[in-house]
């Protein structure tokens, strides 16, 4: 059973760097073909991806957000971490990690998806 | 980058009733192309990838059709558990990259 989960600062001050972790079990991000994305989602607006990592350590960013973001993952851990820097209030939204692939392929969508945390951006 | 037009906004329709969603890319995204419904307060659930692969567990109801620049999600007969909002997402090789369309809401007339 795949299950992910989002941890991470519920409150953070413009300016300041959000540092999310998801943390995963049910499979394993050293199989060929999966990647852990994250997503967030304004309140009452739509999805916006943000940035993925696969089991390759290929990294990818949204090209209006890549300056900011960085994206790691720590296998032994089950970890995949998402740091974004300079917050501002219209970053406020809830931000989800999701997974995608399986044994040797790609596929276009996210199957598993954590619960989502809501981060709000104020001073 | 590739943008996602979803259309209608709002379909306003009755249980039992035929859904078709639309939603077009400003270019060619072959079919790697998936739709997700989202309930309020809960993460999205991928209903379809590739264009046309049902994921595990979406009923029967539930199909997904087209490739290049325009698809199609089409819900055969609405129950009412159906009524959501569905996104459009689309997986871009070069660059690799994912964009969301902006979502159509379903909902019971």
């Known amino acids: 059973q795949i299950t992910l989960k989002e941890s991470g600062p519920t409150l953070v001050k413009p300016t300041q760097t959000l540092t999310l972790t998801c943390t995963f079990s049910?499979?394993?991000?050293?199989?060929?073909?999966?990647?852990v994305g994250w997503i967030r989602q304004p309140p009452g607006k739509a999805l916006e991806w943000l940035a993925l990592?696969?089991?390759?350590?290929?990294?990818r960013y949204s090209p209006s957000l890549k300056s900011r973001l960085t994206i790691t993952k720590d296998t032994s851990k089950n970890q995949v971490v998402l740091t974004m820097t300079n917050m501002d209030p219209v970053d406020t939204a809830t931000y989800y990690c999701?997974?995608?692939?399986?044994?040797?392929?790609?596929?276009?969508?996210?199957?598993?998806w954590g619960q989502g945390t809501l981060v709000t951006v104020s001073s | 980058e590739i943008v996602l037009t979803q259309s209608p906004a709002t379909l306003s329709l009755s249980p039992g009733e035929r859904a078709t969603l639309s939603c077009r890319a400003s270019?060619?995204?072959?079919?790697?192309l998936a739709w997700y419904q989202q309930k309020p307060g809960q993460a999205p659930r991928l209903l379809i990838y590739?264009?046309?692969n049902r994921a595990t567990g979406i009923p029967a109801r539930f199909s997904g059709s087209g490739s290049g620049t325009d698809f199609t999600l089409t819900i055969s007969s609405l129950e009412p558990e159906d009524f959501a909002v569905y996104y459009c997402?689309?997986?871009?090789?070069?660059?690799?990259?994912?964009?969301f369309g902006q979502g159509t809401k379903l909902e019971i007339k």
């Open positions: 270019q060619s995204v072959s079919s790697y």
């Open positions: 990592i696969y089991w390759n350590d290929d990294k």
């Open positions: 590739d264009a046309s």
């Open positions: 999701a997974h995608t692939g399986y044994a040797g392929v790609i596929i276009s969508g996210f199957d598993y």
């Open positions: 997402q689309q997986r871009s090789n070069w660059p690799l990259m994912y964009t």
């Open positions: 049910g499979f394993s991000l050293s199989t060929s073909g999966v990647g």
